[in-house]
């Protein structure tokens, strides 16, 4: 894909939703990183309900750490792996009070060094609450990546490095969000719906449903 057709397709993004942002939903960088975390392998959907309740009683670090891990099981039991999930959160809850004085970390390697965050996780933080101009690349945003033509990879970090190479510099702040809106809601895993797609025209995938 050329960079003219690359520069439209993100123009058209942008004008359709001048500001885009996570569906997941929070009040705070905690929040948002507490969310992120329980968000692997669940829909946002999922992960919005179990924190509305969880929130509304622990939203700091010290809260949830005063639940426990089998308190804190009880809010987000509905999502899958939670005692893993359960676990992780705990553990990061003691560090951030322990090392950064409950606040999160505005940085990538401290962000990772926590249990359960890695890479995808600290990218959504980074971009979402301060600001970074990261790119995480899920599934969705892997299956656009690669469908559309934008950036082929066979890896998630070959998709993520690429795009950080290609998207023009003025889209990268929003990229993974249109990216990852347009693949829950219009490029689908299954039956991709071509027809209501704004970028069809650009789009270099051969098997449109047209």
Partial sequence: MNKEKRYEIFCRWREANPHPTTELKFNST???LIAV???????????????EKLFA???????????????LKEYIKTIGLYNTKAKNII??????????NSQVPDDRKALESLPGVGRKTANVVLNTAFGHPTIAVDTHIFRVANRTGIAKGKTVNEVEKTLLKVVPKEFLHDAHHWMILHGRYICTARNPKC??????????YKEKNL
Wanted: with cysteine; charged share 25%; aromatic share 4%.
């Fill in 91 to 100: 553990a990061t809850c003691k560090i951030l009070i322990e090392k950064y």
């Fill in 30 to 32: 905690f929040e948002l």
């Fill in 57 to 71: 009683v622990a939203n700091t670090p010290e809260k949830i750490l005063a639940l426990g891990e089998e308190g």
């Fill in 37 to 51: 975390m329980l968000s692997a392998q669940s829909t946002d959907k999922g992960v919005n309900k179990a924190t």
């Fill in 195 to 204: 027809r209501a797609c704004l970028i069809s025209d650009l789009c270099e």
